[in-house]
């Protein structure tokens, strides 16, 4: 039997295919966030007040996609934005009540879903797979190409 070793694009689909899954999920569950923006608000949850730098780097999208997210978020009522007070030129970004209870929904399909992927693995499995996954973030930050 030939293994397939192009681990890039399985990481990739697998990716792709899971962000599809759970905002298919969010929908049908009547949240109104994409798992991108629900990501968002699970942030602020946790700190309220983050800059938008701070919300860019957390989550390691560029600040015109984080931009673009906090834009959507906040025509729906789940955030505001208020000028930082000390440095007017930066904004901190608030999670709503409205937000408090989106993100309470969009975390009981995330913990469903987290439950599925685990379906059919050992405790073993799940903890060599996690292991694999943290093993990312110091394996390849020290490494970005410089621009």
């Known amino acids: ?12 689909t697998a990716g792709q295919k899971l962000r599809n899954y759970l905002n298919s999920s969010l929908s049908a569950e ?31 999208l560029d600040n015109s996609t984080i ?7 906040e025509r729906a009522g789940f955030v505001s934005r208020n000028s930082d007070p000390v440095d007017r030129r930066l904004s901190n970004v608030y999670i709503t009540p409205r937000g408090l209870d989106e993100v309470n929904k969009a975390k009981v399909v995330i913990r469903k879903v987290n439950e599925e992927i685990k379906e059919g693995f050992t405790a073993e499995q799940v903890d060599a797979f996690k292991s ?16």
């Open 1 to 12: 039997m030939q293994t397939d070793d192009r681990l890039i694009y399985l990481l990739f």
């Open 30 to 60: 009547g949240a109104k966030v994409t798992v991108a923006q629900s990501g968002i608000l699970f942030l602020l949850k946790q700190q309220n007040g983050r800059s938008m730098t701070e919300l860019s780097r957390l989550i390691e």
């Open 67 to 73: 931009t673009g997210l906090i834009d959507r978020l």
């Open 132 to 147: 694999v996954l943290q093993s990312f973030s110091p394996k390849f930050n020290s490494k970005l190409p410089s621009r």
